[in-house]
């Protein structure tokens, strides 16, 4: 079972071996509560579930564990769609942050990404054929065996541009899996995915994460107390102030 976990420098003693920034390493239950005999009271324990592609499965091609039709416009967006490193991160959460603002979703900080080092985070973008400016954006954070998409947007000032643009997450989407593969990952994690929700916002996500076949994982989110309620009470506060 693979839990994330996010260990704060205050708890690092009782971590082992983690780095304190790793929520994405893999641990037994038994070994990860042995190592906290007398403190796991002071947690705030939260299930969670994603889906999640095996990249060590003997396949020539990913797209064949797709569906026929994701598969399909995945061959078409790699005709007009342009993907590369994106090293402005000062850009990405601007871009992030507009798009969190429209859909309701909690803003990022370059601080909170200078929190993962660089050689455990990768920003991709994807330009519309020869467009200047980037329209989807995607943040993996990854370990050595498991990376994981946590942070995506789009933007796009061309009305023209907006089906294009879909046709670009998707295959950011992808990108993550033979980018990964190639780099020796074992699972690639889509993120988030409620199986219980009656949002429709969340439905259409779901959906939209369906298309790539992966396995349903249940997992846990372990956090300090006091981590947890201050965070509560900054975004009441951020909420009160708007």
């Known amino acids: 079972m693979i839990r994330y976990k996010q260990f704060f420098p205050h708890i690092r003693l009782f971590a082992n071996t983690i ?17 906290l005999p007398f403190f796991s009271h002071l947690y705030r324990i939260d299930t969670a579930y994603t889906k999640q592609i095996d990249l060590i499965q003997e396949i020539d091609d990913p797209l064949t564990i797709m569906r ?15 993907i590369k490193p994106y090293h402005d991160v ?32 990768l920003i991709c973008a994807a330009y519309i054929e020869e467009q200047q400016e980037a329209c989807a954006f995607m943040c993996y954070f990854f370990d050595d065996e498991r990376a994981r998409i946590v942070y995506a947007c789009t933007y796009t000032q061309m009305p023209e541009y907006k089906n294009k643009v879909s046709f670009a997450t998707l295959y950011l ?4 899996i033979e980018y990964f593969k190639s780099q020796g990952k074992h699972v690639y994690d889509l993120g988030g995915y409620p199986p ?10 779901n959906a ?3 298309q790539f076949n992966g396995v349903l ?26």
């Open 19 to 35: 780095p304190w920034w790793s929520f994405l390493s893999s641990r037994d239950d038994d070994l990860y509560f042995g190592s």
């Open 68 to 82: 026929a039709s994701t598969a399909t416009k995945i061959r078409q967006a790699k005709k007009k769609i342009v």
């Open 90 to 121: 000062d850009l990405f959460v601007t871009r992030y942050n507009a798009f969190a603002n429209e859909k309701g979703l909690a803003a990022i900080s370059r601080m909170l990404l200078e929190k993962i080092p660089d050689e455990h985070k």
């Open 173 to 176: 989407y992808y990108y993550g």
């Open 196 to 205: 219980d929700t009656t949002c429709p916002k969340m439905l259409g996500v």
């Open 208 to 210: 939209f994460k369906d």
């Open 217 to 242: 994982v249940k997992s846990y989110r372990i956090r300090s107390y006091w981590v947890y309620w201050l965070t509560k009470s900054v975004s009441f506060l951020k909420r009160q102030l708007r």
